[in-house]
């Protein structure tokens, strides 16, 4: 049911001139979210300006306050206005981090990764990306990894196979910053592993067919 109304609401999008750009994100040609591009996939350190938003620098994501009228004050008295600060992220937290939030834009490539990290994403994560490959959600090639149709459809469950094993259970996180400060990845981690995922030594062969009914 749900897969069907999500469909549905593309297709209406789609008719009204919206693309999908990114994974669950749409807008018209020359709309599409800047400040996600680069904070997700050029992966840059990002200013974000108002109540509510987040910015990244060096492996910190800061939030600012997200009521309007106690921001305006805090403004106009000169107030900090940064309410929270994660923990600097390690170069792995990071990696992963990029892999999770890339993969809204369907694909990474092989090249980009290792400018950017100086590492093979094969040799970090060859194991996971092989596994995801079998069951039909990922697809590899020479020179990058890219989404498949049904690993469109069940993208949530791709990049939480790239989710930290430290901030899995971590309800901590529901009442103060992590490395995400993303709500649904602090919803998810909050659980176990198994609550989402199952059992990481369960495989499926051959691949999953994705269901078009």
């Known amino acids: 049911m749900v897969k069907a109304m999500y469909g549905e609401a593309k297709e209406i999008a789609e ?5 999908m750009y990114m994974v669950d994100h749409f807008a018209k040609e020359g709309f599409e979210n800047k400040y996600n591009y680069y904070n997700w996939k050029e992966y840059i350190d990002t200013l974000a300006i108002g109540p509510a ?10 939030g600012t306050e997200s009521d309007i009228d106690r921001y305006i004050e805090r403004v106009n008295a000169n107030d900090f206005l940064i ?9 792995r937290v990071q990696r992963e981090r990029y892999i999770i939030f890339g993969f809204l834009y369907y ?10 990290f100086g590492t093979s994403i094969m040799d ?4 996971t990306i092989a596994r995801l490959e079998r069951k039909g959600l990922l697809e590899v090639s020479d020179d990058r990894i890219r989404l498949t149709d049904l690993g469109i459809a069940w993208h949530t469950n791709v990049i939480l196979e790239f989710f930290n094993e430290k901030f899995w259970e971590d309800t901590d ?5 992590n490395w995400s400060l993303n709500g649904v990845m602090v919803e998810a981690g909050a659980h176990s592993r198994e609550h989402w995922l199952g059992d990481p030594a369960i495989d499926f062969f051959p691949a999953i067919e994705a269901n078009n009914d």
């Open 15 to 19: 008719a009204m001139g919206y693309k």
């Open 53 to 62: 938003s987040y910015s990244y620098f060096d492996g910190y994501r800061l």
């Open 83 to 91: 309410s929270s600060v994660t923990d600097k992220m390690d170069g």
């Open 107 to 116: 694909e990474i490539e092989f090249s980009f990764y290792m400018k950017k």
């Open 124 to 127: 970090d994560f060859g194991d």
């Open 173 to 177: 996180s529901l009442t103060q910053p």
